[in-house]
T-cell receptor
Framework: GNSVTQMEGPVTLSEEAFLTINCTYT??????LFWYVQYPGEGLQLLLKATKADDKGSNKGFEATYRKETTSFHLEKGSVQVSDSAVYFC?????????????FGSGTQLTVLP | KAGVTQTPRYLIKTRGQQVTLSCSPI?????VSWYQQTPGQGLQFLFE???????NKGNFPGRFSGRQFSNSRSEMNVSTLELGDSALYLCASAAGSHDNEQFFGPGTRLTVL
C-alpha cells in the first residue's frame, strides 16, 4: 500500500535557523506530493505541492522538490520565524480508478524560539 | 470565496449516543472527503464523496457513515459512540473528480465521555 514516513519530532529551532523536515514515500504509481501545515486549534492548510518528478513546490519561503529516484519530498526553509511554529504533514495523493487516496505522514511538530 | 465550513466546531457526547457532523465545501467543489485526527493514530481517511456517491472508504467500522447532498454539502454520522471516537474530524473539498488539491475545514472536535 501507500505510505509516508516523516522525520520524528518535535523539532526546536532558534529564529533564523535553517529548517529541514525529511519525508519519504512509498506508492504504487505516480503520486502528487504535498506539505500541509496545522496551527494550534485549526485545520490543515496547504503549504506547497508538486505533481511530478523534479517539480519544486514553494510558498512563504518554504520549498520542497519531488525526487522520484529517492522517493523523497523534504521540506526546507532558509530562515525560520517564530510564526512558523506549527505541525507539518507530508502527504501523497493517488487515484486508484476513480477513488482518491490521500495518505499522510505522522506530522512533525516545529517550535521556533525567539 | 468562502472556505470549507464545518459545524459544529465542538461537540461533547456520551458513550452509546450518536452524532452527526456537517461540512459545507467551497462553492463549486463537488468532492468532499472526511478524515479523523487523533494523537495516537494521526490522520486517517474515512471516506470520500463525489456527486452524492461514495467513491472510497477507509478502514473504519460500519458505525461510521456519511452522505452527500445534491448541493455537495456532506454529513458524517457516528452511531453508538465509543471513547476512542474522540478526535478532530476534518472535512476537505476538491473541485473536480480528479483534482489532487484538497482544501480543509477547521474541523469538529468531538469528545466522548
Amino acid at each position: 500500500g501507500n505510505s509516508v514516513t516523516q522525520m520524528e519530532g518535535p523539532v526546536t529551532l532558534s529564529e533564523e535557523a535553517f529548517l529541514t523536515i525529511n519525508c519519504t514515500y512509498t506508492a504504487t504509481g505516480y503520486p502528487s506530493l504535498f506539505w500541509y501545515v496545522q496551527y494550534p486549534g485549526e485545520g490543515l492548510q496547504l503549504l506547497l505541492k508538486a505533481t511530478k518528478a523534479d517539480d519544486k513546490g514553494s510558498n512563504k519561503g518554504f520549498e520542497a522538490t519531488y525526487r522520484k529516484e529517492t522517493t523523497s519530498f523534504h521540506l526546507e526553509k532558509g530562515s525560520v520565524q517564530v510564526s512558523d511554529s506549527a505541525v507539518y504533514f507530508c502527504a501523497l495523493s493517488l487515484f486508484s480508478g476513480s477513488a482518491r487516496q490521500l495518505t499522510f505522514g505522522s506530522g512533525t511538530q516545529l517550535t521556533v524560539l525567539p | 470565496k468562502a472556505g470549507v465550513t464545518q459545524t459544529p466546531r465542538y461537540l461533547i457526547k456520551t458513550r452509546g449516543q450518536q452524532v452527526t457532523l456537517s461540512c459545507s465545501p467551497i462553492s463549486g467543489h463537488r468532492s468532499v472527503s472526511w478524515y479523523q485526527q487523533t494523537p495516537g493514530q494521526g490522520l486517517q481517511f474515512l471516506f470520500e464523496y463525489f456527486s452524492e456517491t461514495q467513491r472510497n472508504k477507509g478502514n473504519f467500522p460500519g458505525r461510521f457513515s456519511g452522505r452527500q447532498f445534491s448541493n455537495s454539502r456532506s454529513e458524517m454520522n457516528v452511531s453508538t459512540l465509543e471513547l476512542g471516537d474522540s478526535a478532530l474530524y476534518l472535512c476537505a473539498s476538491a473541485a473536480g473528480s480528479h483534482d489532487n488539491e484538497q482544501f480543509f475545514g477547521p474541523g469538529t472536535r468531538l469528545t466522548v465521555l
